[in-house]
């Protein structure tokens, strides 16, 4: 089992900066590609960012340029540096981790943290 907590949303201007952390616990070896992930009101949920135990990261088109995911796997900590935000950013943004195991891959979620940009 993987807990993931995510932390750092909040209220801000467009144009402005946040940082989003996620912290994995639990059976953390397991974790091989993580990932964030956005839902706004009335859409369904879709990838903003995913990053491989190598480092290897993957964008949606509409926040390249924009977001940058990291992780610190000493940590066990996913980040996600949000800039230049805009009111279309507006959405709970949900942390994921797969972890491989002999069944198969498992996917993990935390329980969202709102982001809310004002315009």
């Known amino acids: 089992q993987v807990q993931l907590v995510e932390s750092g949303g909040g209220l801000v201007q467009a144009g402005g900066s946040l940082r989003l952390s996620c912290a994995a616990s639990g059976d953390t070896r397991c974790i091989s590609a993580m990932g964030w992930y956005r839902q706004a009101p009335g859409k369904e949920r879709e990838l903003v960012a995913t990053i491989t135990g190598g480092g290897s990261t993957n964008y949606a088109d509409s926040v390249k340029g924009r977001f940058t995911i990291s992780r610190d796997n000493a940590k066990n900590t996913l980040y996600l540096q949000m800039n230049s935000l805009k009111p279309e950013h507006t959405a709970v943004y949900y942390c994921?981790?797969?972890?491989?195991?002999?069944?198969?891959?498992?996917?993990?979620w935390g329980q969202g943290t709102q982001v809310t940009v004002s315009s």
């Open positions: 994921n981790a797969a972890c491989s195991l002999r069944r198969g891959v498992v996917q993990y």
